[in-house]
């Protein structure tokens, strides 16, 4: 009985890995963030899988019967739509009532949007932070000082309908002071890297539709060429 933590591709079907695909064809079931999107995937590589729907509205329910499922002996892979899972994606609570039963977890490497955009963007990456999605609306504001506070690079996820009003937040926050690297539909044929002021890339994506989803790299008080 084992719980496998697959990472698949973020965008091009090509970033999965040959273990990856080894480990779909070989366990039992596949829960999936979104079936269909799942689906997609699968057909692509010719892999006929049991799904199971496993997302942050049936987590709790599901959880005890996945168990079940691990415990009378079935192995599993949990995926996300793209990414790895339980980064800003659900899984963590599965991972967590796995390792209390006594099931075992094992989580492959591979694709993830934090750590290509933080290469991106040329900013120091000896102590960096990740805060993934911004708390909507109690936590924000506190986020949003904490962010400032920070003397670190800091990473954000965001998306495309809420990205203006980040931006715009942050110009409050920080101002100029800090360099951002914001990139977008990584892996994708129409990858873009933006970096400039809070101020600036908020008029930039004012005038340039925001499209897919969005990695936004906050650079050090201090950069590297001020040293």
Known sequence: MKLYIVPTPIG???DITL???EVLRGVDFILAEDTRQTSKLLKHYQLHKTLYPYHKFNEHKSSVSIIQKLKAGASGALVSDGGTPCISDPGLKLVQLCISEGISVETLPGATALIPALINSG????????MGFLPHKKGRQTALRRIAEMPYTVILYESPHRILKLLQELSQHIGDTRTL???REISKVYEETVRDTANNLLQYFSKNTPKGEFVVVIGPLKHPQDA
């Open 123 to 130: 900013f120091d990456i000896g102590e960096f932070h990740f």
């Open 12 to 14: 091009n079907l090509q």
């Open 19 to 21: 273990r990856a695909l």
């Open 181 to 183: 690297s914001v990139s």
